[in-house]
């Protein structure tokens, strides 16, 4: 019947001294495996590159379906210097409270070698 099944939309407006961006996600309960409900949320984000070398962002994903429910939120610092490595801090709350799962935090540490790859580990409690 030409409904929608999945959308997905996202926009970005802003210099890297101020960006903002945001995604909207709307997934039909028939769609795929059938496995999960409906879903429809948005995640807005904001990044600023304070210096040459650093940077911040902050993001939250609000669940549209569930009465506008904040369902996560983050923010993390960044250092990058182009030619040598990449190092990343991250925070993310999860918030989301099902049967057994209840809230959580996790922390990331990101570092990203500009000719060997990346290192990343990840603490959640």
């Known amino acids: ?3 929608f099944e999945r959308n997905e939309v996202t926009a970005s407006i802003g210099p890297p001294a101020l960006h903002l ?3 909207y996600i709307f997934v039909d309960e028939g769609a795929g495996s059938g496995e999960f409900s409906a879903r429809e ?3 807005p984000s904001l990044s600023s590159r304070l210096t040459k070398y650093w940077s ?5 994903t609000i669940d549209l379906s569930q ?8 923010f993390g610092l960044t250092y990058a210097c182009e030619d040598c490595f990449t190092f990343t ?7 989301l409270v099902d049967r057994d799962v ?9 570092l990203q070698f500009a000719t060997l790859g990346d290192v990343t580990t990840v603490r959640q409690r």
């Open 1 to 3: 019947d030409l409904s």
């Open 21 to 23: 961006s945001t995604r």
């Open 41 to 43: 949320e948005i995640t």
């Open 56 to 60: 911040v962002d902050a993001n939250a």
């Open 67 to 74: 009465g506008n429910e904040m369902r996560t939120f983050g």
């Open 89 to 95: 801090l991250q925070f993310t709350r999860n918030l």
């Open 102 to 110: 209840r809230p959580s935090d996790t922390f990331t540490v990101r």
